[in-house]
């Protein structure tokens, strides 16, 4: 299987973007990467740590500006996608937060820590004042304002009237207190993701032994845990039928709340794990 993983990094080197994609083995690099996502985020978490990147490259990343304030810098952009020849996917993308570097090797090392959405978040003002209003409403103003999509899945909610000044994160904790637990309001994939959380979607993905489930899926009070080959197309908020031969009463439909992707270009690691809350 290590020879049919795709892996391709693009990255913001001062004002152009550099693509590391299947030239990766000719310029002897390697990647290794831990991707968060979750419907309790303000942006998907990534840290990438690149082996053999060349000086001149190591030394724009790290000159990157980390303070954050009214008048942030713009982040470097970096983008990853992983999967396999007929299936690969955009599985990261936004901004470089830090960087750390150990250059004293021969095989010199970055390492990337990474959160779209959170700079915008916390620092664009937004002021809203709708009667009456309604969240689908107050959610399009808020994405033109982060200029981010917006993808609305939610059933919508009315109210007699809508106020509220502040930064973006303030909007959207106070958005997630009206919601009372029903509704998911995350950023994921450079999108605003508004979503019931427990209602199925559209698309449904099969997990089973088959289609690359490791193991057993382990069960917690609000759902379950399992491990799979990392699949590309898994995604916060979709749906997966799981299929388990040996604990058969933990099979059904499952909604995706947490998602982590590991990989590397080098060692074994190259897996997906999920907490997905059941349905049905």
């Known amino acids: 299987m290590l020879n049919k993983r795709k892996v391709s990094l693009s990255l913001q080197i001062g004002n152009i973007v550099k693509t590391y994609s299947d030239n990766l083995s000719i310029n002897n690099l390697a990647i290794d990467f831990n991707i968060t996502k979750s419907m309790g985020n303000y942006g998907d978490k990534a840290s990438i740590t690149v082996t053999g990147l060349p000086l001149e490259d190591i030394a724009s990343l790290t ?5 954050i304030g009214k008048n942030p810098p713009p982040r470097n952009y970096i983008a990853l996608s992983a999967g396999y020849p007929e299936n690969m996917n955009t599985i990261y993308q936004g901004g470089l937060f830090s960087v750390s570097s150990n250059i004293d090797k021969p095989d010199m090392q970055v390492t990337l820590e990474c959160l779209g959405g959170f700079d915008a978040s916390r620092t664009i003002e937004i002021e809203i004042n709708l009667k009456p209003a309604s969240l689908s409403a107050i959610a399009a103003q808020l994405a033109s304002k982060l200029n981010m999509p917006l993808l609305f899945l939610a059933t919508d909610k009315n109210y007699k009237s809508f106020s509220y000044k502040g930064n973006c994160y303030g909007l959207i904790n106070e958005l997630k207190m009206k919601a009372e637990g029903s509704i998911a309001i995350y950023m994921s994939d450079g999108k605003i993701i508004i979503d019931n959380i427990n209602q199925p979607g559209s698309n449904v993905i099969l997990v089973s032994s088959g289609s690359g489930l490791i193991g057993s899926p382990q069960v917690t009070i ?56 059941k349905l049905q």
């Open 63 to 67: 000159s990157v500006i980390t303070s």
């Open 222 to 277: 609000q759902g379950v845990n399992f491990k799979t080959l990392l699949n590309p197309n898994y995604a916060v908020g979709a749906c997966v039928q799981l299929i388990s031969g040996k604990l058969p009463l933990l099979s059904g439909l499952y909604k995706i709340i947490n998602l982590n992707h590991q990989g590397s270009t080098r060692a074994n690691n190259f897996f997906s794990n999920i907490f997905a809350r």
